[in-house]
């Protein structure tokens, strides 16, 4: 699974699309990986766009699950943005949008997560 990056001064925007599900969510696991890395205190703040996500299965929610409890111990922000119905209602439903800082657009996500990523955001 691809995740297209953009970054928007201290925020990287991570775009994906399709499903995450059991045969993508590894994939989807992996591409995350480098840029878990790189989110600690002080350096990236993640904001996952998943306005192309048309279905998120359970094992999609472990992985953010998982990147979420990465990002928290290495002090580092992370979110998603822009769900679709279907994969708000799952969010909803599993209660996911307390383990998740949940926005409805990107450009609300980087207002909560960064100032400046917001004006870079802005500006273009």
Known sequence: MDLTPKRYADTVVLATAGRIDHSTSEGFKTALAPHLARCT???DRILIDLAGVEYISSVGLRVLMLASKQAKAQGGTI???ALQPDVKEIFDIT????????FPSVREGLAQLSPPALAAFDAT
């Open 41 to 43: 205190a002080g350096q």
């Open 95 to 102: 209660r996911f949008t307390m383990v998740l800082n949940v």
């Open 79 to 81: 979110g998603v943005a």
